[in-house]
């Protein structure tokens, strides 16, 4: 037994200082690569959250729950201190907007940036956060509000909406999801994500070409069209374009 105790060796000083070494150098090595990885999903986890409310409040007025529909994005400070995205979907009844239509004088077909109202706190029927304090209400599922403090757009201390109805002449928006040509305003279809940090606190996107100014390592683009059909692409800073996911 006492031959068999004397064969049996374990590390020395010198092999187990080279053994921690290569864990060091494999640990810089890798870490970077972990990082990237971790803030890429993080990123990309909410703006599928965003995507997935697009896709749901749609949903609802293809059922027959909303006759009209909003998705309001405000960019600004949370209640937490911190800045971030406040994305919210509302949704306005059939009898509701059966009033609105029928009303003498109702001027609600010709000003589409006035009826996708996201100012007036008593225009919709079901708004989780009526207030705008953050206080959601978790009754209703038909209509939610996420907060995401790791996101950022293309505008700060500012807010934006775009509206859908089954009629896509009732297709609007509001605010930062507007644009306007001379006399004439268009909705946009579209809504870029990118990860907010220290050194970036918005998306800095060519208005023309709609690809970034600077270079972004976790920049996605949601996309809409007025019938309410939703498509993600991610930038690939490599090869200089949009990729669908």
Same mark, same amino acid.
């Given at each position: ?12 000083? !010198? ?7 290569? +864990? ?22 909410? *703006? *599928?959250? +965003? ?5 749901? +409040? ?25 800045? @971030? !995205? ?23 077909? *010709? ?31 038909? *209509?939610?509000? &996420?907060? !995401? ?25 509001? @605010?930062? !999801?507007?644009?306007?040509? @001379? ?46 059909? &939703? ?11 949009? +990729?669908?996911?």
């Amino acid at each position: 037994m006492r031959v068999q105790d004397e064969k049996i060796k374990g590390f020395n000083v !010198l092999e187990l200082i080279i053994v921690i070494a290569i +864990i060091g150098v494999l640990s810089a090595v890798a870490y970077p690569n972990f990082s990237d990885w971790r803030k890429d999903r993080e990123t990309r986890n909410s *703006v *599928v959250k +965003i995507k997935s409310l697009i896709e749901g +409040i749609n949903a609802q007025v293809q059922r027959g729950q909303y006759a009209f529909v909003q998705v309001d994005v405000k960019e600004g400070e949370l209640v937490s201190g911190d800045d @971030g !995205l406040i994305v919210t979907s509302k949704g306005m009844k059939p009898k509701t907007l059966a009033t609105l239509l029928n009303t003498g004088g109702s001027d609600w077909w *010709v000003k589409p940036n006035e009826r996708c109202n996201n100012v007036d706190q008593a225009y919709w029927d079901e708004d989780p956060d009526p207030d705008r304090d953050q206080i959601i209400d978790l009754d209703k599922i038909e *209509v939610r509000q &996420i907060v !995401l403090d790791n996101v950022a757009t293309t505008w700060r201390d500012k807010k934006g909406a775009v509206c859908f109805g089954k009629n896509d002449q009732w297709y609007s928006g509001n @605010g930062e !999801l507007v644009s306007s040509s @001379g006399g004439d305003l268009s909705v946009d279809s579209y809504l870029f994500i990118c990860n907010r940090s220290r050194t970036r606190s918005q998306c800095d996107i060519d208005n023309d070409t709609g690809e970034p100014t600077t270079e972004h390592d976790y920049l996605y683009v949601i996309e809409w069209s007025r019938f309410g059909n &939703i498509k993600l692409e991610k930038w690939n800073k490599r090869d200089l374009e949009w +990729i669908e996911q």
